[in-house]
């Protein structure tokens, strides 16, 4: 079995990771996370926005790459990490759809009351919209 898990470097994401070493230990884990691209560059050229976008996952990866080593050292798991660019939701179905994963895995802020109206959009995305069954974690804050 492979999960998903939609990671940020968020607390929630953090604690998403956690909850998917305890659940499924013995399983492959694939963390994703997505660069967000810019929306309402009219003025800039396709090519600056390409390059722009190009220059910032690389970086992001790059990072992204030490951060899940770091968060992941003490653990005997099996991973991968993979970086993507667009909308985070979107990108999350789009790599579950097209890469066979069996559950995803997402963090949600722990808010309460009015404030839970505004849980996380890509939570609320990916719950909608995938093809297979997704754990939301709630970070409790």
Known sequence: ???LIAYDGSDPAQAAVEHAIREHPD????LLHTVE???????????????????????VEEDFVDEVTDLLADEDVEY????????P??????YAEEH??????????????????????VAESVVRRSPV?????????
């Open 37 to 59: 691209a810019a929306s309402g560059s009219i003025d800039a050229t396709v090519n600056m926005i390409q390059k722009a976008l190009k220059d910032q996952r690389k970086a």
């Open 133 to 141: 069954t997704v754990t939301v974690v709630r970070d409790e804050e």
């Open 1 to 3: 079995m492979t999960v």
């Open 27 to 30: 399983e492959q884990l694939v």
């Open 89 to 94: 939701a979107h990108e999350v179905i789009e």
């Open 100 to 121: 066979a994963i069996d559950h995803i895995v997402v963090g949600n802020h722990g808010r309460q009351g009015a404030s839970r109206i505004f849980l996380g959009n």
């Open 80 to 87: 991968t990490t993979e970086v993507t660019v667009g909308d």
